[in-house]
């Protein structure tokens, strides 16, 4: 949970500063440190950044009474503007996913 | 200890960070473009802009820009430098990808940015000489000062606005599309300029002509393109007399014919490409002073072809709609005068059959002679491939097609040279530089002699009452019907000998009947010296208008609003009546004739919630295509098809018209088969797309009325605008053409506006600004144009620049 918590943190303050790619550092920082199961660190490294970036799509969806999240529906041909939110977050979520196994892989296999 | 799964893992990783920062065809980096903070979700509006002030090492003194509640800028400048700057800042800051759009599609550089789906655009554009003409016309811009220097602080504007943009802030298109705004130069607002031209005075039917002489024959080309519809009530009232003799021209012995049928490229103009103007004198209002309507007709967008400004600088106050990629207002008002414009439908593309000497083409017989070509390498950078390099011929005349004929038997080449006027050299921003300042009419006709191209319905009215209309643009001296067939490129008696003296274009001040307008008819009655074209716009909207102003009197700015929505269709009360007549009722079922009960009962009105326009509408094409199709079919070659108001008559006048017959069937059929059948079959067709007759056949899910976005990108329009209207109507909506602007305006000692546009002032589809102004444009509403003398009280809020120093 802490490493959920502390992934999320970095990974916002990252990606207002660098690209979008950013948000993969924390998972593999954090899940080197906190060396957890392998499909543990990829679910905690998941949620992380789909709460992430899922959280934030959704609030601007609100205050932007949602006109451009239903746009972009359309343009991408999936119907509601919830799963345009839902695909933002995934999207955010597998990359730090991916990247908080792979920490947690090499904290594994390389001798400390 | 093993490696291997961490490094698959990683792997995986780079591999998934890579592929979501990657563009896929069209599918954009989707990393980049999902991530909250500077993907699309960045330009989802949450908040008005804040007031801001910014400092500028461009900008001379101190502006103001007010934003008003429809986000309209009202830019307040103290010289006129600071001025276009700025109105380049605030243009690129609202509509930046469109204008970057247009000027790329001028220019032929779509494929730059967009790949090869639009290298046939570009290669088209190439060849027609675009970037030619906009490289001519900038050499002549650059003569004078006035305008040169508007141009550069509007496109240093443009650029301090881009520079201030980081990638998160580009507009979504960009995102969308993955590419950067580019730096803007001068010449793009020559290139979008000659834009305008191709849309306005890029049509020529030339080729179809040609052939339809040699295939129908003299008789038809003379019954249908030389004897002009009785109803024609041309722009210049026929009181007016021309107290000049023309400057003579030398004419051919006999006409030229073609080598062979051809088709050169679909220059074809879509209907709804038109317009309609019209100023009323002081007489016939209710203030006492003009009232001045304007309704340009083009293609419908999101964003809109037009933004809305207010400019304000030391002896220039104007307000109306501007192009983004140009300085100035071109439709509007100022403090003492209105002006309004329609298209002129003369003929200025013309295309001419070249010999060349041998397949080097480096020689083309001309006057007696061989005389040289010249070269134009067109790069045509192409967006992951190779850039396309392509040669185009140049003779005296122009660019040269080459047309792979598949109709002469030899199935040899043929070679056409194009002479356009877009490729002049020409200053037209400076007409309408005058325009924003002019005071007297004399100030607009000086204005408006300036004017190149595309050919202008100039209108005028101003606070002293008077009103006038310039037919305003350069037009070749042609020897009549000079131009209607393919020239040929060997003899100089084809070329264009020379220019009408500007004097000697059609006009008329505060004519008796006390108002001025046009509507793309013929520019004057046939007693004008000049032969312009034998193709004007059809009689409907220009005679309609004309025949409700001679009607009233007392005129509020109310009574032109409301005209500007008159759905009448004279189309339809000049041959729906025979065709009920013509009809064999006998062969109709029950269903059929309650629908033609409908047509029956029908006041001509294109209403959106009556059946009667769509079931007319269809029916006439049906009709139309049932008289000539079989005829015009028999052959590969393009055909000029008869305009509907000439055939009209034809076909009431003529019961045995030969063309009645369908040449496909051993029987003779008749007028009333025709007229029947076509019936029968617009049953049919509208039974199959918009299912059982009922209200899914009202005329406005009929009238198909989309307003897409510039890219076409799905979502990013306004689909099925359920609206009222046709393009024979004065209000001319229909399937995403219509009034891409409406304006009012009444003169007097406080000079008030009206408008809409089908849009709104952001260009950001993220921005509930961006089609704001569509539902009041459906209905014809029109907003109060705030046309401020001093800087406001109150606004929305506020953009202020001012100085580094």
Same mark, same amino acid.
């Given at each position: 949970?802490?490493?959920?918590?502390?992934?999320?943190?970095?990974?916002?303050?990252?990606?207002?500063?660098?690209?979008?790619?950013?948000?993969?550092?924390?998972?593999?920082?954090?899940?080197?440190?906190?060396?957890?199961?392998?499909? !543990?660190?990829?679910?905690?490294?998941?949620?992380?950044?789909?709460?992430?970036?899922?959280?934030?799509?959704?609030?601007?969806?609100?205050?932007?009474?949602?006109?451009?999240?239903?746009?972009?529906?359309?343009?991408?041909? !999936?119907?509601?503007?919830?799963?345009?939110?839902?695909?933002?977050?995934?999207?955010?979520?597998? !990359?730090?996913?991916?990247?908080?196994?792979?920490?947690?892989?090499?904290?594994?296999? !390389?001798?400390? | 200890?093993?490696?291997?799964?961490?490094?698959?893992?990683?792997?995986?990783?780079?591999?998934?960070?890579?592929?979501?920062?990657?563009?896929? %065809?069209?599918?954009?980096?989707?990393? *980049?473009?999902?991530?909250?903070?500077?993907?699309?979700?960045?330009?989802?509006?949450?908040?008005?802009?804040?007031?801001?002030?910014?400092?500028?090492?461009?900008?001379?003194?101190?502006?103001?820009?007010?934003?008003?509640?429809?986000?309209?800028?009202?830019?307040?400048?103290?010289?006129?430098?600071?001025?276009?700057?700025?109105?380049?800042?605030?243009?690129?800051?609202?509509?930046?990808?469109?204008?970057?759009?247009?000027?790329?599609?001028?220019?032929?550089?779509?494929? /730059?940015?967009?790949?090869?789906?639009?290298?046939?655009?570009?290669?088209?554009?190439?060849?027609?000489?675009?970037?030619?003409?906009?490289?001519?016309?900038?050499?002549?811009?650059?003569?004078?000062?006035?305008?040169?220097?508007?141009?550069?602080?509007?496109?240093?504007?443009?650029?301090?606005?881009?520079?201030?943009?980081?990638?998160?802030?580009?507009?979504?298109?960009?995102?969308?599309?993955? =590419?950067?705004?580019?730096?803007?130069?001068?010449?793009?607002?020559?290139?979008?300029?000659?834009?305008?031209?191709?849309?306005?005075?890029?049509?020529?039917?030339?080729?179809?002509?040609?052939?339809?002489?040699?295939?129908?024959?003299?008789?038809?080309?003379?019954? =249908? &393109?030389?004897?002009?519809?009785?109803?024609?009530?041309?722009?210049?009232?026929?009181?007016?007399?021309?107290?000049?003799?023309?400057?003579?021209?030398?004419?051919?012995?006999?006409?030229?014919?073609?080598?062979?049928?051809?088709?050169?490229?679909?220059?074809?103009?879509?209907?709804?490409?038109?317009?309609?103007?019209?100023?009323?004198?002081?007489?016939? @209002?209710?203030?006492?002073?003009?009232?001045?309507?304007?309704?340009?007709?083009?293609?419908?967008?999101?964003?809109?072809?037009?933004?809305?400004?207010?400019?304000?600088?030391?002896?220039?106050?104007?307000?109306?709609?501007?192009?983004? +990629?140009?300085? %100035?207002?071109?439709?509007? =008002?100022?403090?003492?005068?209105?002006?309004?414009?329609?298209?002129?439908?003369?003929?200025?593309?013309?295309?001419?059959?070249?010999?060349?000497?041998?397949?080097?083409?480096?020689?083309?017989?001309?006057?007696?002679?061989?005389?040289?070509?010249?070269?134009?390498?067109? #790069?045509?950078?192409?967006?992951?491939?190779?850039?396309? &390099?392509?040669?185009?011929?140049?003779?005296?005349?122009?660019?040269?097609?080459?047309?792979?004929?598949?109709?002469?038997?030899?199935?040899?080449?043929?070679?056409?040279?194009?002479?356009?006027?877009?490729?002049?050299?020409?200053?037209?921003?400076?007409?309408?530089?005058?325009?924003?300042?002019?005071?007297?009419?004399?100030?607009?006709? #000086?204005?408006?002699?300036? &004017?190149?191209?595309?050919?202008?319905?100039?209108?005028?009215?101003?606070? /002293?009452?008077?009103?006038?209309?310039?037919?305003?643009?350069?037009?070749?001296?042609?020897?009549?019907?000079?131009?209607?067939?393919?020239?040929?490129?060997?003899?100089?008696?084809?070329?264009?000998?020379?220019?009408?003296?500007?004097?000697?274009?059609?006009?008329?001040?505060?004519?008796?009947?006390?108002?001025?307008?046009?509507?793309?008819?013929?520019?004057?009655?046939?007693?004008?010296?000049?032969?312009?074209?034998?193709?004007?716009?059809?009689?409907?909207?220009?005679?309609?208008?004309?025949?409700?102003?001679?009607?009233?009197?007392?005129?509020?700015?109310?009574?032109?609003?409301?005209?500007?929505?008159?759905?009448?269709?004279?189309?339809?009360?000049?041959?729906?009546?025979?065709?009920?007549?013509?009809?064999?009722?006998?062969?109709?079922?029950?269903?059929?004739? #309650?629908?033609?009960?409908?047509?029956?009962?029908?006041?001509?009105?294109?209403?959106?919630?009556?059946?009667?326009?769509?079931? =007319?509408?269809?029916?006439?094409?049906?009709?139309?295509?049932?008289?000539?199709?079989?005829?015009?079919?028999?052959?590969?070659?393009?055909?000029?098809?008869?305009?509907?108001?000439?055939?009209?008559?034809?076909?009431?006048?003529?019961?045995?018209?030969?063309?009645?017959?369908?040449?496909?069937?051993?029987?003779?059929?008749?007028?009333?088969?025709?007229?029947?059948?076509?019936?029968?079959? @617009?049953? /049919?067709?509208?039974?199959?797309?918009?299912?059982?007759?009922?209200?899914?056949?009202?005329?406005?899910?009929?009238?198909?009325?989309?307003?897409?976005?510039?890219?076409?990108?799905?979502?990013? %329009?306004?689909?099925?605008?359920?609206?009222?209207?046709?393009?024979?109507?004065?209000?001319?909506?229909?399937?995403?053409? %219509?009034?891409?602007?409406?304006?009012?305006?009444?003169? +007097?000692?406080?000079?008030?506006?009206?408008?809409?546009?089908?849009?709104?002032?952001?260009?950001?589809?993220?921005?509930?600004?961006?089609?704001?102004?569509?539902?009041?444009?459906?209905?014809?509403?029109?907003?109060?144009?705030?046309?401020? *003398?001093?800087?406001?009280?109150?606004?929305?809020?506020?953009?202020?620049?001012?100085?580094?120093?």
């Amino acid at each position: 949970m802490l490493q959920t918590v502390l992934i999320a943190i970095t990974a916002f303050l990252l990606n207002i500063i660098f690209p979008w790619w950013s948000i993969a550092i924390p998972g593999l920082i954090f899940g080197y440190l906190f060396k957890k199961k392998a499909h !543990v660190s990829f679910g905690w490294g998941f949620l992380a950044v789909f709460l992430l970036w899922g959280g934030q799509a959704l609030y601007i969806h609100f205050a932007n009474n949602g006109i451009l999240s239903t746009r972009i529906a359309e343009m991408l041909g !999936v119907g509601s503007p919830y799963l345009v939110i839902l695909i933002t977050g995934v999207l955010g979520g597998l !990359v730090s996913g991916f990247a908080t196994l792979t920490g947690t892989l090499f904290n594994k296999k !390389v001798p400390s | 200890m093993s490696l291997v799964k961490p490094l698959i893992s990683l792997i995986v990783l780079v591999v998934l960070a890579i592929s979501l920062n990657t563009k896929f %065809g069209s599918v954009p980096p989707l990393g *980049k473009f999902f991530d909250p903070d500077a993907g699309f979700w960045a330009n989802a509006e949450r908040s008005l802009p804040d007031t801001d002030e910014l400092n500028l090492d461009a900008i001379q003194g101190e502006v103001s820009v007010y934003f008003d509640e429809r986000r309209v800028p009202h830019i307040f400048a103290e010289s006129e430098y600071d001025l276009y700057f700025v109105q380049g800042y605030v243009t690129a800051r609202d509509r930046l990808f469109q204008m970057e759009m247009q000027t790329y599609d001028a220019a032929g550089r779509l494929s /730059e940015r967009l790949g090869d789906r639009t290298l046939n655009r570009d290669l088209s554009t190439r060849r027609m000489g675009m970037p030619y003409g906009a490289e001519k016309a900038i050499e002549l811009i650059k003569e004078d000062e006035k305008t040169w220097s508007a141009l550069n602080a509007y496109s240093e504007g443009v650029n301090a606005y881009i520079s201030s943009l980081s990638p998160k802030k580009y507009p979504i298109e960009y995102k969308i599309l993955d =590419f950067a705004p580019e730096e803007w130069t001068p010449i793009k607002t020559a290139h979008l300029l000659k834009n305008m031209t191709r849309t306005l005075a890029g049509g020529s039917n030339d080729d179809r002509t040609s052939n339809t002489m040699a295939y129908f024959g003299d008789d038809f080309i003379e019954k =249908f &393109f030389d004897v002009k519809p009785g109803l024609n009530d041309p722009i210049i009232p026929p009181s007016k007399t021309w107290d000049f003799d023309r400057v003579p021209v030398h004419t051919p012995d006999t006409l030229f014919k073609p080598a062979s049928a051809l088709e050169l490229e679909n220059f074809d103009r879509p209907e709804g490409v038109g317009s309609n103007n019209w100023a009323v004198s002081g007489e016939k @209002t209710a203030s006492g002073f003009p009232i001045l309507s304007n309704d340009p007709h083009l293609g419908l967008t999101l964003p809109s072809i037009w933004y809305e400004v207010q400019l304000h600088a030391p002896g220039l106050n104007t307000y109306g709609v501007s192009l983004q +990629g140009a300085p %100035g207002v071109i439709i509007g =008002f100022n403090e003492n005068a209105a002006w309004g414009t329609t298209n002129t439908g003369a003929d200025v593309m013309d295309w001419y059959e070249i010999k060349f000497k041998d397949g080097s083409k480096q020689e083309y017989w001309y006057d007696g002679e061989w005389k040289p070509t010249t070269m134009r390498v067109e #790069e045509i950078k192409v967006r992951g491939q190779e850039t396309v &390099f392509d040669t185009v011929i140049y003779t005296h005349h122009g660019p040269v097609s080459e047309i792979e004929s598949d109709i002469n038997e030899e199935r040899e080449p043929t070679y056409h040279a194009l002479r356009w006027i877009a490729h002049e050299p020409s200053n037209d921003l400076k007409t309408f530089f005058g325009f924003n300042r002019m005071e007297s009419y004399d100030d607009f006709k #000086e204005a408006a002699s300036h &004017f190149v191209a595309p050919a202008q319905n100039f209108i005028f009215s101003n606070n /002293e009452g008077d009103i006038a209309t310039w037919i305003s643009g350069k037009f070749p001296n042609k020897w009549k019907f000079q131009g209607r067939t393919v020239g040929d490129g060997t003899d100089p008696l084809y070329d264009w000998q020379g220019w009408i003296p500007t004097e000697h274009n059609p006009n008329i001040k505060n004519p008796e009947r006390g108002f001025v307008s046009s509507a793309n008819q013929e520019s004057a009655a046939p007693d004008y010296p000049y032969y312009l074209d034998d193709d004007f716009a059809p009689f409907e909207r220009g005679r309609r208008i004309n025949e409700l102003l001679a009607g009233m009197e007392n005129i509020t700015k109310e009574d032109i609003r409301r005209m500007q929505m008159d759905n009448y269709s004279y189309h339809a009360a000049t041959i729906l009546p025979e065709m009920l007549e013509w009809i064999n009722r006998e062969r109709l079922s029950d269903t059929e004739l #309650e629908i033609l009960a409908e047509a029956e009962a029908w006041d001509y009105l294109n209403k959106a919630e009556l059946k009667a326009p769509g079931i =007319f509408r269809w029916w006439w094409s049906n009709f139309y295509n049932g008289i000539l199709s079989d005829e015009y079919s028999t052959t590969d070659a393009s055909l000029r098809w008869p305009s509907r108001d000439r055939l009209i008559e034809v076909i009431k006048s003529e019961p045995e018209f030969e063309f009645f017959d369908n040449i496909e069937t051993e029987e003779v059929e008749s007028r009333q088969r025709v007229v029947t059948d076509a019936f029968k079959e @617009t049953v /049919e067709e509208l039974t199959d797309a918009y299912g059982e007759f009922g209200d899914n056949w009202n005329w406005g899910v009929v009238i198909n009325n989309d307003v897409d976005h510039i890219a076409f990108i799905p979502g990013f %329009g306004a689909e099925n605008v359920y609206s009222s209207g046709n393009s024979e109507s004065i209000n001319a909506t229909r399937g995403s053409w %219509g009034p891409s602007w409406r304006m009012v305006v009444e003169l +007097g000692l406080e000079v008030k506006g009206w408008g809409v546009y089908p849009g709104g002032a952001s260009g950001n589809p993220g921005s509930p600004n961006y089609d704001s102004m569509l539902e009041a444009w459906r209905v014809g509403e029109l907003y109060e144009l705030k046309f401020m *003398k001093e800087p406001p009280e109150e606004y929305l809020y506020e953009l202020k620049f001012s100085s580094n120093d």
